[in-house]
């Protein structure tokens, strides 16, 4: 069943329109502060279809996550009493709490690891602001940890190119079911 090629097709015509960059930028800054989709999802797919403009890419996609992570700072800052009630009732209360966690271990490191990670930047974000971390640490440890994984990121799409857009469109079916399959027993594993 051919479910994942024309959403491959669909995102690899997107990634090639004139206003991705726009869309880019702003994805990357609300998924630092408050959106649950990472940029990778865009960043990937707009590298991989212009190799040339990758890097011009990374460094989009790491200021304005930067900028969203010292808008999430400035949440945890002047407004987390107002956010702390739907927190609490998300999914990300236990993230929260270990970000605190960190904080009190690492300080600087938790940032940098937060952001290179798939762990939610988001909520080390907030954290940061919540704990009053000094901003200059946050922001170099933000800096160095989103711009290492979205050049990262860029970089592999870029060296593959061309020919990793072909192969990636041959088996993005077998690639997007077998990942289906490995979050279910992933699903099921945690359950038991």
């Known amino acids: 069943m051919k479910i994942f090629s024309p959403l491959y097709a669909r995102a690899m015509s997107w990634s090639r329109h004139r206003r991705a960059p726009w869309l880019l930028g702003g994805l990357s800054f609300a998924e630092s502060s408050f959106f649950p989709i990472p940029p990778d999802v865009m960043l990937a797919p707009m590298s991989l279809a212009n190799p040339r403009r990758a890097w011009w890419f990374a460094l989009l996609t790491t200021l304005a996550s930067v900028a969203g992570g010292l808008f999430g700072y400035l949440i945890g800052y002047y407004a987390f009493d107002a956010i702390e009630p739907w927190l609490r009732a998300s999914r990300y209360w236990g993230a929260y709490e270990q970000a605190v966690a960190w904080f009190e271990a690492w300080g600087f490191w938790a940032i940098f690891v937060a952001g290179f990670s798939p762990i939610p930047y988001k909520v080390f974000t907030i954290a940061a602001g919540v704990a009053s971390m000094a901003l200059a640490p946050f922001a170099l440890a933000s800096l160095i940890g ?21 192969v990636l469109h041959r088996y993005v079916d077998r690639l997007g079911w077998a990942a289906v399959g ?11």
């Open 146 to 166: 989103r711009g290492a994984r979205f050049f990262l990121v860029a970089g592999l799409m870029a060296w593959g190119g061309a020919r990793m857009e072909a």
């Open 182 to 192: 490995a979050v279910l027993i992933g699903v099921l594993i945690y359950r038991a």
